[in-house]
Structures are given as structure tokens and as C-alpha cells.
């Protein structure tokens, strides 16, 4: 390791959360402190006025470099909770294509007064480097990037687990479909086996699959009736168009036969299983609708737990 | 002009001669001794003095690319490294297919008076892998060799019918393997670390296909084929049996990847950026031991200078490439102390063997050869940072890094054309 490198870049001197890059790397008891953080912002959502003044006076930048609806909305409702002004931009559409650099983009930004950076962008460590040429107070979080994380979405979904588990140390948890390209999986990977618990199972063809998946600590399976035995949480991934047809796969139709999750295939997990999914959903491609929709589905209640999840990270990074 | 350059540690590398002495130059050559008085004398005493490097790989940057690096900056940190001959590939902007931009190149750098360069012509028209360059016009302006440096060569046909042409002629083919549809879009090695940080991953059987290809055409056309850049452990295994065979192969490695793996990207360290990509702890260790037993015959720089701003970039965004002209020297002694390596052994890797590929008379402290010289500190700490680089190019892995091993002064045909007191 060079000299330079930084030890952790996401936590500050005392160890607290500065920016949120990824999951990987910080200790249990800060992901811990975001779910906790997450219950007490959830009561928010539900009240008549849903808002608290933590974040007034504060400016978040919604730095989309990559599309996104879904996302960039949650950390829109997350932010006015808090009672952030909340500015957005789709600079995929903007700067960007005007020839400007990211970091230029950033500085730019960084002179309208940021205080938070809420980062997507397609290639992975995008926000490392954003992280690494901010001012001290301002933060990144990272809102996706490439292949590499989506730590609020995998906080999220640790979020929903322990909603609905309880107790991580005792689950069996099953992710299936295409890990290679997703940020999702290792995110969540990564939160998971932080907070002990015992088995990650991976499901999918060895084409959808990066190299040495093992060496993040799940074990593989590619057939999915033996990955979904005795699983408590079942967590499908989206495939995206692109990949359907093509030298990874051969067909939608082929791969929802082997790595679709229907009724029959879920009856192997346990009993009281869940199912997640981050979405958006493609139906009949990764998920049977009877499924989806079915009583064993929380897919509607994550993105609900998302907005107290992302209103936790905000609160907590800006409060540091 | 006569030079006497006193009471240093001489090493041959071509010898394994090491002892104090005196080195006398006449004339641009060494010489046995002479009576008379010389016109400078340099204290050598306790520097080593050694033949100048001989690197294989070193971007100028010219034509075409002078917003990174222009001859004089990469021809000043050629002699500051202590390098005083370097060959350089040809993926200029245009690329060096034709015999006019050769012969621009080298009298540009003969007007510089300070290493030689030795320009690497292009096999294929453009890089672009379909038509043959005219070789022999190229060889006749002073091309030493051919390659098609990074870019790919997708059709087999075409690198079958460029190796039996070349051979015609004896001209060796300097060749990097990697399968192109393999290595697509990849930006690092296909490993556990690509996998942690969502990088496209190259596999090290990328390498390893396109070798095993190319030395079927080696026992096919009886081309003389040097491999560049190898990444892989099954790679050095492959050349170590083909030498063994007998056919006429030689190959480098890159000398950061003797030193450095795929842990050493971090977060995301585009400096780590590299063609190829660094590879695992394992190929590094098979790499470092290659090049200690003779397998891989030398190390290069594979300097290549890149603007800051195409290195403040996400990492697959980044331009590969690391500078390395004044790295080679501190980096290769790094490597022969790890080694256990005796220093002339050490240096036979960057000056005598590089010789032998390259085919010139330079590269040994011998009677009638050249007087290209390095004279250095082989204890002497120095940090690596954008001010004690002369290289345009500031992007290096090794950045803030404390290094043994700083040139002294630099002769090249008997000239001095670097010093520093």
C-alpha cells in the first residue's frame, strides 16, 4: 500500500461516518447506529407532519450522473423530511455532456455551498474520488455507483431483515439472479456478513457471476431448488434488458425457468420467509407475479423503510 | 574528449566484474587507459559506476501528444533516470508506420543530445491490425524492431503473414499478448479485488491464450519474437518452456509489476491503472522470480506519462499508464535486494540484456563500447513526488514512496549530459 492511501475514507478522524461509500469497511456498530437511527425516523413517515428539522439550513445536491427515478426521489422525500433544500440535477443531461470533468462539475457545485452530495454515477469509485477532493464539511453519499455499491439500498435491506428477523445471526440468506453486475448484491453482501449472519447463499449462472465471488464470503449455487433449501430471506435481483439475449444469456425465458423465483421454487425456503426485491421489478423475468404480490413479498414495505433509512444516513453523516 | 572517471564501484553486468577502479573514455567509447591529461576528471568515489540502462519501453509522447509529455521533458527524465538508450513504441499520434515520421523522430532526438532512442515501428498500418507496414523502409529509418505496442491484432491471418514477413527479413517482432475480445472493456485483473471494487475484470487467460497462439506461430514462420509486458504466472511458465525448446523467444516485464499486485489499487488508485493490469500476489512473485533467473530477460519501464487530468477520473475512466523513466533504476535495485541478487546481476536485467534484445554494442563496461554511463548512489533516499520527477508525467503508483538509488550523473557517448552535485 502506498504511504498515501487513506486508512478508511469513509470515516473521520474519530472514527465517525463522514461520507457513505460503501458498506464494506465499516465496523458493525455504525451500521447498527443507522438502523437504529432508521426506527426512529420511521414513526416521521407516519405522523401528520412529516418533518423534523435536523437538516434545516443544509443543502443537498442530488448528483445524478446516471438515471434514476426511483432513487433520486427517496433521497428527495428522505432530505425535505429533514427539512433540507434539496436541489437536483440530472447532470447526465447537463455539464457533463458539455465536455466539463466530474471533479469541475463537483467543484461548481461545491461553490453554490453544498453541505451533502448525493452521488450516482456508472463508474464504479466514482464517489471515492468525489469523496477525496471535497471540503471537510461537506459529504458524499453514494447513491450507486457501477458495479461496485449501493450502500443505501443494502442498508435498507438490512433494514427490512431485521424488521422482519430480528435476529441476523441465525439467518440463512439467499441472493439470486445477476450478482456480476450488481451493486445491490455486494452491498448487501457485505452488510450482511458484517452483522454475522451465518450462511450468504448466491444463485445464478456461473456467467452471472464475477470471479471469486467466494472470497466475499457467500457460498454459490447454481441451481437454485438446492440454494433456496431452508432459507429465511430471499433476495432477487434485477436483470437488466441488455443482458437477456446475448453471450451471458441466451433467454428471458430460459433463465426465468432456472433462476425465477415461483411459488413451487419458494415452497423450499422456509416456511415464513421472506421475499425482497430492490426493483424495479422485471415480472415473469426474475420474479412470478403470484410472488411478487404474494404474502411472503416485502417489496413494498423496503421502499417505504428506505426514506427513514436514507433520512438516517443523511442525519447522521451531516451531524458529524 | 577525453573523461577519467575515478575511484567509483565499476560493475559490469555483462562480466560480473565489480570492483573499485577507474574508467577512462575516449572518443565516445571506453578505452584501456591513456597517458595523457583528461579534459574532465569525475570523482566517483563511492558511487557505482555501471553502463547506462537500456530501457525497452518508453512513451516520448511525440508525435501527437505533447499536451502530456514532449521529447525534451521525457529526454531530460530519460538521463536523470540514468537511461541512455530507450526504445519506444510506436502508438504515437500518427503512429510510427511510416518512414518520414521515424526519421523526424530520431533527428529530434539526436538534436537533443542527451539518451538514444531506439523508435519501435508499427507492424500494422495505423495499429489498426490490417495491413502491413513497409518494413523494410521502416528498418532503413531506423526502426529496430516492430509491434503494435497496446493495440490489438484480432486477426490471427494478419500476425501470421506480419511474423513470416518480418522473418524474411530477420526483423524482430516485439509483440504484448492479450486475446482483444477477452481483455474488451476490462480494466483490471479479474480477481478478487476486481470483484470487491465492481471493476471489469481482464482474465489472466487472456494472456495466456494469445501466447499460446503466438508461439504456434513462432515454431510456424521461425519469427523472432520478443514478448512485452508479460502479467501472468502461467505466462512465465509458457515462455520458460518455450526457451526450453528452444525457439527463438525473449520477453520484459514491466517493472511495476514486479513490485506491485492488484492489492495495491485500493481505493481506487488510478495511478494502479495499468496495461496490462496488475495481477495477483502470486503472478507478482512468479514475475519477480522470472526476471531473477533469466526467464524474463529484462525489466522495463514501460514509462508512460499521462496529463493529471486524464488520471483524476474513476478508475475505469482513468488513462492507463504509469511514468517510470527515474523509476527503473531504484525500482529495479528494490527488486535485486529482495532478490538477494548480486548488483551486476541486478543491473544485467536494465543495461547487458536489454542490449542483446535491442542488438547494440552498449549496455557493459568493456573495452571499444560505448561510453553510455550511469554513475549513482546506490544507498542515497529520495521521495517520489511531482517535484523530484522531471518527467512530464507526475502518475506514478509509487507516489510519496521512499526510494534507495539516485543517479548521480549521466554520460552518454562520453558526454555528460546529466549531473547533479
Given at each position: 500500500m502506498p504511504p498515501s492511501s487513506p486508512h478508511n475514507p469513509q470515516l473521520n478522524a474519530n472514527g465517525e461516518l463522514q461520507h457513505l461509500l460503501s458498506i464494506e469497511g465499516l465496523p458493525p456498530e455504525i451500521l447498527t447506529q443507522i438502523l437504529d437511527t432508521a426506527e426512529s425516523f420511521a414513526g416521521v413517515t407516519e405522523r401528520e407532519v412529516k418533518k423534523v428539522p435536523l437538516l434545516r439550513g443544509k443543502s443537498v445536491f442530488n448528483l445524478f450522473f446516471e438515471a434514476s427515478t426511483r432513487t433520486r426521489t427517496t433521497f428527495e422525500i428522505a432530505a425535505k423530511r429533514l427539512s433540507a433544500d434539496v436541489i437536483n440535477l440530472n447532470v447526465a443531461v447537463s455539464s457533463q455532456s458539455k465536455g466539463e470533468s466530474l471533479l469541475d462539475t463537483v467543484a461548481n457545485l461545491s461553490a453554490m455551498h453544498a453541505d451533502v452530495f448525493i452521488v450516482r454515477h456508472s463508474s464504479s469509485g466514482a464517489p471515492h474520488l468525489i469523496a477525496r477532493h471535497v471540503k471537510p464539511h461537506e459529504h458524499v453519499i453514494n447513491a450507486g455507483d457501477g458495479r461496485h455499491a449501493h450502500p443505501t439500498q443494502g442498508l435498507l435491506d438490512l433494514y427490512t431483515i431485521r424488521h422482519y428477523k430480528k435476529n441476523f445471526t441465525q439467518l440463512r440468506v439467499a441472493i439470486v439472479g445477476d450478482v456480476l453486475h450488481s451493486r445491490v448484491a455486494r452491498s448487501l453482501i457485505h452488510g450482511l456478513t458484517t452483522l454475522g449472519v451465518p450462511e450468504v447463499r448466491v444463485i445464478a449462472p456461473q456467467t452471472l457471476l464475477p470471479a471469486g465471488v467466494e472470497s466475499l464470503g457467500v457460498r454459490v449455487f447454481h441451481d437454485m431448488r438446492a440454494g433456496l433449501k431452508d432459507c429465511d430471506v430471499v433476495v432477487m435481483l434485477r436483470l437488466q434488458n441488455e443482458r437477456m439475449n446475448g453471450a451471458l444469456l441466451p433467454s428471458a425465458q430460459e433463465f426465468f425457468k432456472h433462476y425465477g423465483l415461483t411459488a413451487d421454487k419458494l415452497a423450499l425456503a422456509r416456511p415464513e420467509a421472506i421475499v425482497m426485491h430492490p426493483g424495479p421489478m422485471n415480472r415473469g423475468v426474475e420474479i412470478d407475479s403470484s410472488v411478487a404480490d404474494?404474502?411472503?413479498?416485502?417489496i413494498l414495505p423496503q421502499v417505504t423503510f428506505g426514506i427513514a433509512v436514507r433520512m438516517a444516513v443523511m442525519s447522521i453523516v451531516a451531524g458529524n | 574528449m577525453k573523461l577519467l572517471v575515478k575511484g567509483g564501484r565499476v560493475v559490469d553486468p555483462a562480466s560480473g566484474r565489480d570492483q573499485i577502479g577507474d574508467v577512462y573514455v575516449s572518443e565516445g567509447r571506453l578505452v584501456e587507459s591513456f597517458k595523457d591529461k583528461p579534459e574532465k576528471t569525475i570523482d566517483a568515489k563511492g558511487l557505482v559506476v555501471a553502463p547506462g540502462l537500456i530501457d525497452l519501453s518508453a512513451r516520448l509522447r511525440e508525435p501527437g501528444y505533447e499536451y502530456k509529455a514532449t521529447l525534451e521533458s521525457e529526454m531530460d527524465a530519460a538521463v536523470a533516470g540514468g537511461v541512455t538508450s530507450l526504445a519506444c513504441p510506436p502508438d504515437t499520434d500518427p503512429a510510427l508506420d511510416e518512414p518520414g515520421l521515424v526519421d523526424m523522430l530520431r533527428r529530434r532526438a539526436k538534436a537533443l543530445a542527451r539518451a538514444r532512442v531506439y523508435p519501435i515501428g508499427a507492424l500494422t498500418v495505423k495499429l489498426a491490425g490490417e495491413r502491413l507496414t513497409e518494413m523494410a523502409e521502416l528498418a532503413e529509418a531506423g526502426c529496430v524492431a516492430f509491434s503494435q505496442a497496446n493495440a490489438p491484432l484480432a486477426d490471427t491471418n494478419v500476425l501470421w503473414r506480419a511474423m513470416q514477413y518480418a522473418a524474411t527479413f530477420g526483423f524482430p517482432v516485439w509483440l504484448r499478448v492479450e486475446d482483444g475480445s477477452l481483455a474488451r472493456g476490462g480494466v483490471a485483473h479479474d480477481g478478487e479485488v476486481a470483484t470487491r471494487l465492481g471493476l471489469p475484470g481482464i482474465p489472466a487467460f487472456a494472456e495466456t491464450l494469445a501466447l499460446g497462439s503466438l508461439l504456434q506461430l513462432v515454431r510456424a514462420t521461425g519469427s523472432r519474437v520478443h514478448v512485452c509486458r508479460l502479467s501472468s504466472a502461467v505466462a512465465v511458465e509458457m515462455v520458460r518452456a518455450a526457451k526450453d525448446e528452444g525457439l527463438p523467444v525473449s520477453c520484459d516485464v514491466g517493472i511495476h509489476h514486479v513490485h506491485l499486485s492488484e492489492m495495491d489499487l485500493g481505493y481506487y488508485d488510478s495511478n494502479c491503472r495499468l496495461e496490462p493490469p496488475l495481477r495477483s500476489q502470486r503472478d507478482r512473485a512468479s514475475l519477480a522470480a522470472g526476471l531473477a533467473d533469466g526467464t524474463i530477460d529484462c525489466a522495463v519501464s514501460d514509462h508512460t506519462p499521462v496529463d493529471e487530468d486524464q488520471k483524476q477520473k474513476p478508475f475505469a475512466e482513468a488513462e492507463p499508464g504509469a511514468t517510470g523513466l527515474e523509476l527503473l533504476l531504484p525500482l529495479a535495485l528494490k527488486w535485486g535486494a529482495q532478490a538477494n541478487l548480486p548488483l551486476a546481476k541486478t543491473l544485467a536485467r536494465v543495461t547487458s540484456d536489454a542490449a542483446r534484445i535491442l542488438g547494440v554494442q552498449s549496455g557493459r563496461i568493456a573495452t571499444g563500447a560505448p561510453a553510455d554511463l550511469v554513475l549513482f548512489d546506490p544507498d542515497e533516499l529520495w521521495r517520489v513526488g511531482p517535484g523530484a520527477?522531471?518527467?512530464?508525467?507526475?502518475?506514478?503508483?509509487?507516489?510519496g514512496y521512499e526510494l534507495a538509488g539516485r543517479v548521480r550523473a549521466t554520460i552518454v557517448a562520453g558526454k555528460v549530459v546529466y549531473e547533479r552535485r
Open positions: 404474494g404474502a411472503h413479498s416485502v | 520527477l522531471k518527467s512530464q508525467g507526475k502518475n506514478t503508483p509509487f507516489l
